[in-house]
């Protein structure tokens, strides 16, 4: 028995002001990338189609395969926090690299004031001055890994805090099914329903958000540690410099 024409019209009715609901939703929760998504919605892309461009491509063929395994998307979502962990270590050991390597550049430093091999005096506040700039100009890069982007982790976040915004507009299963398709609803129901869903999806953006936030840190003692290694080493070099043109003699 088909449907009457009134329950049909009654129900896309009411999915066109969910779809309007959630446009509204995407425009007023100040996530980056959300403004695009809600645009996207608005000119009447599927939600499904929409969902994909703030998931990983691995994940988004798994939500969006006709034959959906839960296990083996749970295994690909494994796989990729683990391979975002061992990238966040591997930019760790980046940090700490230049670290010890200018820390050796000033103990060979400390020896040659020591034993007053430098000479003229002029040539160790060169020296000092060349440290200096090539710090100003390394820094940066040795910040970002190695040529990694410092704002990979934000941007990870903000991308699960879009799909768990996605996941918790509508915490009710018919709805999910009807905007998400039979395949992705039936994974969303292995994954503990849209609330666990979008509850997982925010722990991940917690995650990022805290790898950013270790990221910046690092960043910020790097710099710290620069600066005053310099600028110890440039007291040093003038207090030198003073002695020799003070008493004209050497150290």
Known sequence: MSPHPQHLLSCLAEAMQQ???LVQALRESGIAGAGPLADQLAA????????????????????AGPHPDPAATAALLGDWVYQRRKNLREL??????PLVSFALLLLGLGVII??????????????????????GLCLPWWAQGGG?????????????????LLLSWRA??????????PQVARLLQHCGGLQGASEHCR?????????????????????????HCCGAALAIAVAVTTWQAMYDQPW
Do not use: K
């Open 148 to 164: 990694a982007q410092p704002n990979r982790h934000q941007r990870q976040a903000e991308a699960w805090a879009s799909t768990a």
């Open 203 to 227: 722990t991940m953006a917690a995650y990022y958000h805290q790898a950013s936030a270790r990221h910046l840190r690092y960043w910020a003692l790097l710099s710290a540690c620069w600066i």
């Open 19 to 21: 779809r309007r609901d």
């Open 92 to 97: 760790q050991h980046a940090l700490l690299y």
């Open 172 to 181: 009710d299963e018919q709805m999910a099914e009807r905007w998400f398709g």
């Open 114 to 135: 020591v034993l007053g091999v430098v000479q003229p005096p002029w040539l160790l506040l060169s020296l000092v001055v060349l440290l200096a700039l090539a710090g």
């Open 44 to 63: 009447g892309r599927p939600l499904d189609q929409a969902l994909a461009e703030v998931l990983p491509a691995d994940l988004a063929r798994a939500f």
